[in-house]
């Protein structure tokens, strides 16, 4: 566990560099996470990332596959939106941890 | 570089997938998905059985079994083994594979041909194998249009070329 000064807020981290309170979140820290990543937040990585934040809480699981039916973008777009690793990227951009899933 | 190891991180897997049941494609998909997930570059090579995960002639890509007979490691849902002598009851084959794509679906796991399409959005790269096609009489439009081509194995090795490339055979 790190504890890190971005954007004012005090924010802990995992080992794995994924924030480990979702609450602690807020969107000038996605902005800062999303920098360090080379990743500009325009409208739809903003759907997006509170669309992963509403289904995390909602505790569903989140997959590639999940964000292509969302009708938000579909899975190309999202490999467009967040490129290297979309889920990977957009989970710790929108302060979740890091995904478990295979798929 | 991983921080915790001191290595650097892989960069290319080259997948081939030559038997065509269930698992073993699906082994193929998960693998060459997980990959692109990551960021990875991922080429999935299709060869013998395996060509029909993506023969989309009689959507065969999508009737994928898995074997009920032979196979030691297969059971019911109570946890008991299936004797080789009830795998091969009609009927159990199509019953047991139905119930694993069920199983599958509840875990986000997509049916083949949109794994496929998953692949490709990512950038992964599907391959048929040119020796094995003209064995089964195939034809590039009996396959699935996410098939990038129909290559020899000289172009599969072309293709695995560069640091940190891993060649694997599901």
Not at chain 1, 30 to 47: F, R, T, V, Y
Not at chain 1, 88 to 94: D, F, N, P, Q
Request: glycine residues 10%; aromatic residues 8%; hydrophobic residues 40%.
């Amino acid at each position: 566990m790190e504890t890190k000064n971005i954007a004012g807020n005090s924010v802990s981290f995992t080992e794995d560099g994924y924030m480990s309170d979702m609450n602690e979140w807020n969107e000038d820290i996605a902005k800062e996470l999303a920098k360090e990543e080379n990743i500009e937040l325009g409208d739809l990585h903003w759907k997006l990332l509170n669309f992963l934040r509403e289904k995390h809480a909602a505790g569903v699981s989140l997959t590639i596959r999940s964000v292509g039916k969302s009708s938000i973008v579909d899975i190309k777009g999202f490999y467009g939106l967040f490129p290297g690793g979309p889920l990977k990227l957009a989970t710790k951009i929108a302060g979740l941890p890091k995904p478990a899933s295979c798929v | 570089m991983n921080a915790k190891t001191n290595e650097s991180p892989l960069k290319k897997v080259c997948i081939i997938c030559a038997k065509g049941n269930l698992e073993d494609v699906y082994a193929s998909l998960v693998m060459a998905n997980g990959a692109v997930m990551e960021g990875m570059e991922a080429k999935l090579f299709f060869t013998f059985f395996g060509l029909d995960a993506i023969t989309k002639k009689g959507n065969r890509m999508n009737k994928l079994h898995t074997a009920t007979v032979g196979n030691p490691a297969l059971r019911l849902p109570n946890g008991w083994r299936v004797p080789t002598w009830v795998g091969s009851i009609p009927g159990m084959e199509a019953m047991t594979s139905s119930m694993m794509k069920k199983g599958m679906d509840k875990l986000d796991i997509p049916p083949v041909d949109e794994f496929l399409e998953m692949i490709t959005a990512g950038g992964g790269e599907i391959y048929a194998c040119k020796l094995a096609m003209d064995m089964f009489k195939l034809k590039k439009e009996d396959l699935s249009e996410h098939v990038e081509g129909v290559l020899t194995v000289g172009q599969f090795y072309e293709l695995a070329g560069g640091e940190n490339t891993q060649i694997i055979f599901t």
